[in-house]
């Protein structure tokens, strides 16, 4: 089955600066790639997501990028503010799936 | 719009205990649903997942069971409760992904379980 690795399970970084979030995953059938952020005491919600046919996309101050060759995936958010502050979660499916396999977490601290 | 119900939002429960998680989803049908195990300090680790009413798939081998009474209803249960089981319990739905490109996850709010 899927396999997904995240690092790093901790990021501290200060307001303004760049953060850099990296996956990486066994399936080489999986090609949808979502990235969630779980605030404090709630559920993840979906921020951003990538599916195979593209190797960037962006939203604003947050973007991802997929390397389907070597399989790894990366969530890069600029201008970082203390509302960032997250937990962080990549994940993978297979488009037509069943189930979506997330990574271990990111603890985002964006210091002011 | 849909929207997911899960409850209760924290338990307390004695080692040994049963337990019983409930989760419905709104405005939807046919959904794929999830449970997910959160536990301190990790990540997300899927328990059960389910395509349709009572079909359940484990993903780990445990002390919990799930179930699909009806098509907008997943229950997480357990007939005696473990200390290990503590942790952060999600639920979570999905549009099927057979006609539909989205494979989105839409989480509810939790439950807090703590096994004493």
């Known amino acids: 089955g899927e396999n997904v690795e995240q690092h790093p399970s901790t990021l501290s970084v200060q307001e303004g600066d760049s953060a850099v979030i990296k996956c990486t995953y066994s399936?080489?059938?999986?090609?949808?790639f979502p990235w969630y952020k779980q605030e404090l005491g709630k559920g993840p919600q979906l921020i951003i997501d990538?599916?195979?046919?593209?190797g960037e996309k962006k939203d604003q101050r947050i973007a991802v990028t997929l390397n389907k060759t070597a399989k790894h995936f990366s969530l890069h958010i600029t201008e970082t503010q203390p509302e960032d502050s997250a937990v962080y979660f990549c994940?993978?499916?297979?488009?037509?799936?069943?189930?979506?396999?997330f990574g271990a977490g990111t603890i985002l601290r964006v210091k002011s | 719009s849909q929207t997911i119900h899960q409850w209760p939002a924290t338990l307390v429960q004695p080692v040994g205990s049963p337990l019983s998680l409930e989760c419905t989803v709104e405005?939807?049908?046919?959904?794929?649903l999830y449970w997910y195990r959160q536990a301190a300090g990790r990540g997300l680790q899927l328990l059960f997942y389910?395509?349709?009413?009572?079909?359940i798939s484990s993903e780990v081998p445990q002390n919990l069971s799930a179930s699909r009474p009806q098509d907008r209803q997943f229950i997480l249960s357990s007939k005696k409760l473990l200390l290990s089981d503590s942790g952060f319990y999600l639920c979570?739905?999905?549009?099927?992904?057979?006609?539909?490109?989205?494979?989105?996850?839409?989480f509810g709010q939790g439950t807090r379980l703590t096994v004493v």
């Open positions: 979570a739905w999905s549009r099927q992904g057979a006609m539909n490109r989205n494979t989105e996850a839409f």
């Open positions: 399936d080489s059938a999986s090609n949808y």
């Open positions: 990538i599916r195979s046919n593209v």
């Open positions: 994940a993978a499916a297979r488009e037509y799936g069943n189930k979506l396999v």
């Open positions: 405005g939807t049908s046919n959904p794929n």
């Open positions: 389910s395509v349709g009413i009572g079909q």
